[in-house]
């Protein structure tokens, strides 16, 4: 096993990176572990302009690699692309295993996120990466000039429809009420966009295509009108999210929905396991949200490990 960490945290989002932050300045030893690129779903968010003091707004990709940065300068250490595949307690600490290898931890931060959720419709599957989409930022240029279906009504469907608009002749936005969830701002930009055609108290049926490709979106109504056939070449999926809490089964408290729940300090029902941002059962997910719940982790975190017997 190599050098005992202090605080081991999992996942590199706006929480992992604020908790690196924190860790680093307290000058624990600090490892980050993240199976893709430092910056989570900010990362392929476009465009943020609710995080404070950017009142201009910056793409996602560039405060993930802002918040990467500032936590390295401070000596926080990222092993990026390797996931971690389990936990366990050990001598009063924590074996995280990651790509085969373990690692010892005297505090584990689990800041793991979300993953967006299917529909789990006819053609869902079969179109994936083929028209059906769960990220604008990726594949938004790859359906320019043409007609496209966003599915949701929160902030994610919203703000993911608007950056459509730049590329696509016209967005359908499909939401199963007759009232939006989205913030309300977002809802106002949405709704004087010439180019976004509302699609009240419908929800998607099937994904329908052609030689491999979405060519349509069959809608059923919630309100017992007739089905509507939508011929579009995309469909953009923003149904909600699903919490990446499988590393915390067994060993701490979830929600009935798989949130894990944090007391205050970030603490798990397990005594130096913490967690941070969206896998937590706190109601806002936010960049700034995530952050701050990261940063109290660690510092949580740091004092914990002053008082608990680490054996490893
Ligand atoms: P969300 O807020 O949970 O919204 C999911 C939307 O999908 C809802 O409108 C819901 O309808 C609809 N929906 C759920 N299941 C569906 C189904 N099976 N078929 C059709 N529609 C379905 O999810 P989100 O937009 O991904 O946002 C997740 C969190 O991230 C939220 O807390 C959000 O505020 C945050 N976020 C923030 C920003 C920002 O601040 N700029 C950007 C993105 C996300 P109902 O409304 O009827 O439930």
Redesign the pocket.
Known sequence: MSDLIDIAIIGGGPAGLAAALYGARARAKTVVFEKALPGGQIAI?DW???YPGFGDGLAGSELGEKMHSHAARFGAEFRTFESVQSIREDRGGFVVTADGAEFGARSVILATG?T??R??VPGEAEFTGRGVSWCATCDGPLFRDKEVAV?????????EALFLTKFCSKVHL????NE????KC?QERCFVNGKIAMHWNR??AQILGEDGRVTGLMLASTVGEPDELLPVAGVFI????HPNSELAKGLCTLSPSGYIIIEHSGMTSLPGLYAAG?VTDY?????VTAAAQGATAAFEADRWIGSAVCTL
Do not use: M, S, Y
């Open positions: 968010t943020i302009e609710n979300t967006p959720r529909l789990d599915i949701g009504g929160g902030d994610a469907a919203v703000e499909i939401h199963r009420r939006l969830r989205a913030t977002i929800v998607p923003f149904v909600g999210l969206d109601p806002l997910k936010q960049a």
